[in-house]
């Protein structure tokens, strides 16, 4: 898994029939900057299902691969990349890194 | 899943019994540029099978592995990557980066 | 799948007894190169099994993963990689980027 | 499989339901250093299941994809990355570059 | 599957129940150098599981994902990367640029 901001959405309308109903994330995978003791950005972007209603700016936890169909709902569905958490708090290098807003 | 844009055609006459019949789109993964706020090309290049139609230009939803496999009519066929979504709008940095022309 | 360039092949004569008798061939991940309207090699290397009878400089369709082990004869085999089409045309960026000898 | 160091943890409370109780890791994949004869990070970041009390700073072992899930008690969770082993020794380029203290 | 060289071996104690008795080795995979006409370390490190009683130094092939799962012994592992066999020879660019000493 990794740790993903959530950074927009995308909407289709012309898909595989299994897709329809599921919604769609932009997100971008974020890794521990040692020196500023903060997440920062990867550049890299995906596309995640999320039925956890993360929104934009949420930290998640993300799946990838066969593994993403083991989400609730998702078992037949084409899909390799799904949110399984939104995230509260990450420590690392010795400090709390994020904290989620309440 | 990522998001891609349909850069062309791949055709081959000598090929394994079940990719008969499959359309081949040359693709290349975008990522989201936070200064420009538009889609950027990766400089990768893969191969997608598609069922939706697709053309040059188009932005696409990928899914790549055993999921893509989970699309109509692939089930037994040595794919790993599919087209599931041709791409209406990308909302992503606080704006529409992206609105596929009608 | 990607698009690869067929650099050499490999040997091995320990190995486990399911991979007996099959051709390996070192391949090169090709991507689009949008400035020369052509075809430009990655770097990198991978080892794919043909059962197509690709020779070297040939530009072959690879699978990977999972999805090279429904080719044929390969469902029992640990190959994560696979030839699946010898490459007759690629048209890409609005040009005919490649096309085989015959 | 990879060599990773574990870098801290991550908690989230909104989470898929088969996710319950299970705890995560930070860890960031290193590799072997041949001038230093040492391990040095590689400066990505991933979040891995842990069943086995890896504490921060150890060295651990850890599995991706399908195969994570044949680690006891994930075999129906959405998860693609566990933590399979806390290495003692990493022998490479001819010196013992790692021993975990006692 | 790709080439890569043996650089050492990793010790775990503390594991899980399925990895007991698997020799794991630290590999570092190799690409093609077309200038020098040999084969170059990535830089990267993986850690694979070996039955074929692989030494350093050694180029072996490499399988990985689920397909690594289906070489002898290891059907019910959490393992993602395997030794399938000990190179010989690596022809490629036109010239033998590997050879096992004997």
Known sequence: MFIARVNGTVVTTQKVIKMTGRKLLVIEPMRVDEKTKSLAP???CLVSV?????????LVLVT?????????????APVDCVVIG??????????DIYKKDK
């Open 42 to 44: 990867t550049g890299r």
């Open 50 to 58: 999320d039925t956890l209603g993360a929104g934009t700016d949420d």
């Open 64 to 76: 990838q691969g066969s593994s993403a169909r083991l989400s609730e709902g998702n078992s037949d």
């Open 86 to 95: 939104i995230i509260d708090t990450v420590n690392a290098v010795g400090a």
